[in-house]
C-alpha cells in the first residue's frame, strides 16, 4: 500500500544546531515533493518544493533533499532557533504530474533555547 | 494582502445537524481545495474548484458533503446530516495556477465537533 512516513516523535535540539527531518514513502512515483509549516491553530504554510530531477534545494536556511531511489526527502534546519519550532509536514503529488499533494502526518519540531 | 479566511473557525453540533463552513479564498486565485485533517490523522484532500467548477471531487467522503462555489469566489461545504465522523479541522487553500510552483495559501481552519 502506499505510505508517506514521517516519524511521529517530536524532534527536539538546542538552539544553534541543525535540525534534520525525514519523509519516507512507499509506492508512490511523485513529480515533486512539498514540505510545510504548520503552527497550532493555523493551517500549513508552503515551504519548498524540490522536482524528482532535482537533487538539492535552499531556501535561506532551509535545505531540502530528494531521493527518488532512497524514496525519501529530508529537510535541513540550519541554525536553529526557538521560532522553528512547529511541526513540519512532508506533502508529495502522488501521481506524477497531480497538482493535489498527498500529506504525511508531520513531525513535531522543538528547538530549545 | 489578505490571506485565506475561514468562518467559522469553531463548530460544535450536535449529530444529525447541519454545518455549513466558508472559505474566502485569496482575490484572484482561481483554484479553491478543500481539505480535512481528522485527529491522529493526516491532511486529506476533499475537493477541487476551477473558479466555479468542480474540478475533482475525489475525496468527498459521502453524499452528506456538499461543496459549491457560485460565482467562483467564496465557497462553502455543508455537511448534513453531520454524524460523529465529521469531527475533525476542515482547511480551505487557493492557489493562483496548479502548474509550476502550485504552491497553496491555507487558511487557518475550522474545528468542527459532532457531539
Redesign the interface.
Known amino acids: 500500500s502506499q505510505k508517506?512516513e514521517q516519524n511521529s516523535e517530536a524532534l527536539n535540539i538546542q538552539e544553534g544546531k541543525t535540525a534534520t527531518l525525514t519523509c519516507n514513502y512507499t509506492n508512490y512515483s511523485p513529480a515533486?515533493l512539498?514540505w510545510y509549516r504548520q503552527d497550532p491553530?493555523?493551517?500549513?504554510?508552503?515551504l519548498l518544493?524540490i522536482r524528482e530531477n532535482e537533487k538539492e534545494k535552499r531556501k535561506e536556511r532551509l535545505k531540502v533533499t530528494f531521493d527518488t531511489t532512497l524514496k525519501q526527502s529530508l529537510f535541513h534546519i540550519t541554525a536553529s532557533q526557538p521560532a522553528d519550532s512547529a511541526t513540519y509536514?512532508c506533502a508529495l503529488d502522488p501521481s506524477g504530474g497531480s497538482?493535489?499533494?498527498?500529506?504525511?502526518?508531520?513531525t513535531s519540531l522543538i528547538v530549545h533555547p | 494582502e489578505a490571506g485565506v479566511t475561514q468562518f467559522p473557525s469553531h463548530s460544535v453540533i450536535e449529530k444529525g445537524q447541519t454545518v455549513t463552513l466558508r472559505c474566502d479564498p485569496i482575490s484572484g486565485h482561481d483554484n479553491l481545495y478543500w481539505y480535512r485533517r481528522v485527529m491522529g490523522k493526516e491532511i486529506k484532500f476533499l475537493l477541487h474548484f476551477v473558479k466555479e467548477s468542480k474540478q475533482d471531487e475525489s475525496g468527498m467522503p459521502n453524499n452528506r458533503f456538499l461543496a459549491e462555489r457560485t460565482g467562483g469566489t467564496y465557497s462553502t461545504l455543508k455537511v448534513q446530516p453531520a454524524e460523529l465522523e465529521d469531527s475533525g479541522v476542515y482547511f480551505c487553500a487557493s492557489s493562483q495556477d496548479r502548474r509550476g510552483n502550485n504552491e497553496q495559501f491555507f487558511g487557518p481552519g475550522t474545528r468542527l465537533t459532532v457531539l
Not at chain 1, 41 to 46: A, E, K, L, M, Q
Not at chain 1, 99 to 106: A, D, H
Open positions: 508517506i515533486y512539498q491553530g493555523r493551517g500549513p504554510v508552503f518544493l509536514l497538482y493535489i499533494p498527498t500529506f504525511g502526518r508531520g
